[in-house]
């Protein structure tokens, strides 16, 4: 399914509403809500950089690397193999939210209200919260922190998650004051906001990388749980105004290396980018052991990696079609 440029349909422009009115509450504050901030990254972006990972994404793609940021809330982790068994946390909970099994600790998260009084009486570490609330400027003077290494080295700031652009307000505020720093920026995105949100981003990034996962509608909807239309469309939007986008394929064994999805995605770029810088990034599984610490399901426990030859071959693919294409970056 090929997008013509600037198409807009009736069920495009109800994606957009619903978008703009999923009424969330973070979106009113002048406060975000922060999984992690990584300092000296050379991966995500050019030169060294800080990357601010913010908690939240409308997709749920079954191969997420980062299971901790789907959620824009906070969410307690558990990591059994620092556990000594003490039992401390559970008499201290004040909301009955533990219990212990054969296996260790057991979470009610119905019960549990994030207050922290687990992980700060945990000595092993073995309970840890993951999301922070962070105003504008307390995330910044850490960006700061690097400034000389993003001079020497052309780096910068990198928004990333789960998806920067599900806490608008705060990102578009953040970037605004980077800028006034003198801090070149970057934005990690999967395309998934309304094109107003975009629109109000461009002055303030500098680089975008654009995930492209599935060109068949129903595929993506399948394997990340919403629409890409709305993607497509913002990166028609993107490339028509001149902002400097590198795409990104992640490359997830039988699920989008397919025959079809390959040159599917050749056909779309061709015709909306041709030329231009083509990230392909190989599935791993990094993130997998964190699921089990949030008692999510990885469905993907059988899945290996794509091999070295195989990403090679599929370089060759893009490059042959006229991409500049660079594996793993
Ligand atoms: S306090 Fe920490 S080490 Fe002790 S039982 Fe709870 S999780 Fe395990
Ligand atoms: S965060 Fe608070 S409510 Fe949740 S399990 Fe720990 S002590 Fe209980």
């Not at 969410?75 to 556990?83: D, H, K, V």
């Not at 290494?149 to 990198?158: E, L, P, R």
């Not at 801090?183 to 094109?195: F, L, M, V, W």
């Not at 992640?250 to 030329?275: K, Q, R, V, W």
Request: with cysteine.
């Amino acid at each position: 399914m090929i997008l013509k440029k600037k198409q807009k349909t009736t069920s495009l422009q109800e994606l957009n509403m619903n978008y703009n009115n999923r009424g969330d509450i973070l979106n009113n504050s002048i406060k975000g809500i922060i999984s992690e901030i990584e300092r000296y990254a050379v991966k995500d972006g050019p030169g060294i950089r800080t990357v601010v990972f913010f908690k939240g994404c409308p997709l749920k793609c079954i191969w997420c690397a980062n299971p901790e940021t789907q959620k824009n809330t906070h969410q307690l982790m558990y990591w059994p193999t620092r556990c000594i068994g003490c039992k401390k946390c559970i008499q201290i909970c004040p909301q009955k939210a533990l219990s212990w099994n054969t296996t260790g600790i057991m979470i009610n998260r119905s019960n549990c209200i994030s207050c922290n009084v687990c992980t700060n009486t945990c000595n092993s570490q073995a309970l840890t919260m993951s999301g922070e609330l962070k105003n504008v400027e307390e995330v910044l003077d850490t960006i700061k922190k690097d400034n000389s290494f993003y001079q020497v080295s052309g780096g910068g700031v990198t928004f990333s998650g789960g998806e920067a652009t599900y806490q608008k307000d705060f990102l578009i505020q953040l970037a605004q004051r980077c800028k006034d720093e003198g801090i070149s920026t970057c934005i990690e995105t999967c395309g998934y906001a309304s094109q107003e949100v975009y629109q109000d981003l461009l002055p303030y990034i500098d680089y975008f990388f654009y995930d492209l996962k599935l060109i068949n509608e129903k595929k993506h909807t399948k394997y990340t749980g919403v629409s890409n239309k709305l993607i497509l469309s913002n990166f028609c939007y993107l490339q028509d105004a001149g902002a400097d986008v590198t795409v990104r394929i992640p490359i997830i064994p039988g699920i989008n290396n397919t025959e079809s999805n390959i040159n599917d995605s050749i056909h779309f770029l061709l015709e909306h980018a041709p030329g231009c810088h083509v990230s392909l990034l190989p599935y791993h599984r990094l993130g997998a052991s964190k699921y089990g610490k949030l008692d999510m399901h990885y469905s993907l426990e059988e899945l290996a990696p794509p091999s070295d030859e195989e990403m090679q071959s599929l370089k060759d693919l893009f490059v042959k079609h006229g991409f500049y294409v660079t594996i793993g970056e």
